[in-house]
């Protein structure tokens, strides 16, 4: 299994390790509720250097990316990053990833550690001679820091202007003097950074963060955490609510979707399934009765299987169960009663809205 | 660590005879292995059991376990407290958190049960 270089930190920190995606990464340190409240209510910070980090430059990088996404990255400006996909053909995601642009011609793509091997197939697969794609993933450390009081733990370490820095901007500055990407974007749901730095400065900073965090009450958080805190916020973790048979307007990611950018790779699939409609839709689900919907358990109403959840978790905010499921659009307003088969039982549960939570409410 | 005045299963239950009724609980190695628990979930007063059938679930934030009832016989009393507060059983293992109170059937049973000092080098065992 693959290591982080954060590795030792996590054993010293009390974390229990497990395997992600050929990773050997911490689940928890305390307590899963402890450190999801910690982030809702004050800064956390977790290791994601399994994460992919490519570089794609060229005269022909803004072209070829995007013909290969389905958002707008003509109109994404140097220091913006956006949320994306890499494109199938079939109009499905290959991977969902973030897109920094960096210059005119040259981008910073970052992916899921599971499918970084054949997104790099791809993206290699389908550039021309303009286009440069390298694999930068073990150059790069990454950690993010998320919470309330993110900005300023993460101020202690810069005298960068991050303050100004507004939701998806980032600045290529330096924490401790050493060189960094510095962006506010995360996948809790709160306000936070995430600091890409090289591999051999990861332990200072993940030091000088705990150090400086410690008066803002400030704890390392594991993947048990991220999965709650991410599943609150609604947000798709790939493998789970997106695939390669999924579409980004199935799973509610039609705001991602510019189809009126001109040409890219599954438009015309995206296009028809607009005008068409959806033969599934991602729905938001609470569990009414008392127990937990977990990822693979049939969504029944009537008599009828009618999906499956994607992800189901107990909510430490909520303090409920909640979770996301594909269902028929029929069944997808807000308020259907449906069902959940847990072991020997069914649950009751309910359609609700998501966000399941949005922060400062 | 585990306490001397009762005995413990291979699915890391506890249980304490009293006369003619057993106190069933689970672990502190249980409840460790299992993490933050959030709902406990428990027979009907009245009901009776085989050996080793499942009596209840509890459900962590991570996963969930059955609960095996070591000895046959019959539900007398249950622990309405982890309703409400389900997280005693991480807090409170051998303690508060006790899951059910069964009248035995029959004699007490000693059949694999083990001593507080035989179940710590089991888990000993088990997790190295």
């Known amino acids: 299994m693959r290591r982080t270089p954060l590795y030792e930190c996590h054993l010293r920190a009390g974390a229990r390790m497990v395997d992600f995606a050929g990773w050997e990464l911490p689940v928890q340190y305390t307590g899963v509720i402890e450190e999801h409240r910690a982030v809702r209510e004050r800064v956390g910070v977790f290791d994601v250097s399994h994460m992919g980090e490519f570089r794609v430059y060229g005269p022909g990088a803004e072209e070829f990316l995007q013909r290969n996404t389905p958002n707008n990255v003509v109109r994404l400006k140097k220091g913006r990053a956006h949320y994306s996909g890499l494109m199938t053909e079939r109009g499905t995601y290959v991977d969902d990833l973030l897109i920094y642009r960096r210059t005119e011609s040259e981008f910073l793509l970052v992916v899921n550690a599971a499918n970084r091997a054949r997104d790099l197939a791809t993206l290699e697969e389908r550039a021309g001679e303009t286009v440069h794609v390298e694999d930068r993933s073990d150059d790069y450390a990454l950690l993010a820091v998320q919470g309330p009081r993110a900005e300023s733990v993460v101020a202690e370490l810069t005298a960068d202007p991050i303050a100004d820095l507004r939701y998806y901007g980032f600045l290529e500055g330096e924490l401790l003097g050493a060189s960094a990407l510095i962006s506010r974007t995360g996948y809790t749901g709160e306000d936070g950074f995430e600091l890409y730095v090289a591999a051999e400065q990861a332990e200072a900073i993940w030091e000088a963060l705990l150090a400086a965090g410690a008066t803002e009450g400030l704890v390392p958080a594991g993947l048990g955490a991220r999965d709650t805190l991410r599943l609150e916020a609604s947000m798709a973790l790939y493998g789970h609510e997106l695939d390669d048979q999924t579409t980004p307007l199935e799973a509610g990611l039609g705001w991602v979707v510019k189809l009126k950018k001109g040409d890219f790779i599954g438009r015309e699939v995206l296009a028809a399934q607009k005008e068409q409609g959806l033969d599934k839709q991602l729905v938001g689900f609470e569990v009414v009765e008392r127990g937990i919907a977990r990822e693979g358990h049939e969504v029944l109403a009537g008599d009828q299987v009618v999906g499956t959840v994607t992800s189901g978790v107990w909510s430490p905010t909520l303090e409920k169960a909640i979770g996301m499921a594909y269902l028929p659009p029929a069944l997808a307003g807000v308020g259907t009663e449906i069902e959940i088969r847990v072991r020997k039982r069914q649950l009751a549960a309910r359609v609700v809205e998501m966000p399941f939570y949005r922060r400062g409410e | ?128």
């Open chain 2, 1 to 128: 660590m585990y306490p001397t005045d009762r005995q413990y299963s291979k699915d890391h239950e506890w249980i304490q005879v009293e006369g003619d009724v057993c106190t069933v609980g689970i672990t502190h190695y249980a409840q460790e292995e299992l993490g933050e628990v959030v709902f406990v979930e428990l027979p009907e007063v009245g009901q009776s059991y085989d050996a080793n059938e499942e009596i209840g679930t509890i459900e962590s934030v991570k996963a969930v376990a059955e609960v095996f009832t070591p000895v046959a016989g019959e539900i007398v009393e249950v622990n309405g407290a982890l309703e409400t507060e389900p997280e005693l059983v991480n807090g409170d293992p051998h303690g508060g958190a006790w899951l059910v109170k069964m009248k035995v059937a029959g004699d007490a049973p000693t059949e694999g049960l083990m001593t507080a000092a035989e179940y710590q080098a089991f888990v000993e065992g088990e997790s190295s």
